[in-house]
């Protein structure tokens, strides 16, 4: 796995810690969604972002549960790095004792 797709998903992290302790607003959902859509396509070789665009909804939705399923796959194979990955962002948005 790359340095980028590791980025990716510490900032997919961030966004479902972030959801977990306030609400989001529509910039935050927005980006929070293209960036899971980049994670789950990043799975895929075999389609980007554009490719994934323009296909049908179909298409598309086929794409996600294959992406979703070598995600989950992912986090199987790698639960301690995902743990810690899901640990460093929950500090991250914890607020700090001034």
Not at 14 to 39: F, G, H, K, P, Q
Not at 54 to 77: H, I, K, L
Request: charge should be negative.
């Amino acid at each position: 796995m790359t340095a980028e797709a590791l980025a990716l998903i510490v900032s997919y992290f961030l966004c479902s810690e972030a959801a977990e302790v306030r609400v989001l607003d529509r910039a935050e959902i927005e980006t929070c969604t293209n960036i899971y859509t980049e994670v789950k396509l990043g799975f895929l070789p075999d389609i980007d972002m554009a490719a994934y665009q323009s296909m049908t909804a179909v298409e598309r939705a086929a794409a996600n549960r294959r992406g979703y399923a070598a995600y989950v796959a992912w986090r199987a194979d790698n639960a301690d790095l995902v743990a810690e990955m899901e640990a460093d962002a929950r500090d991250q948005l914890s607020p700090t004792d001034s």
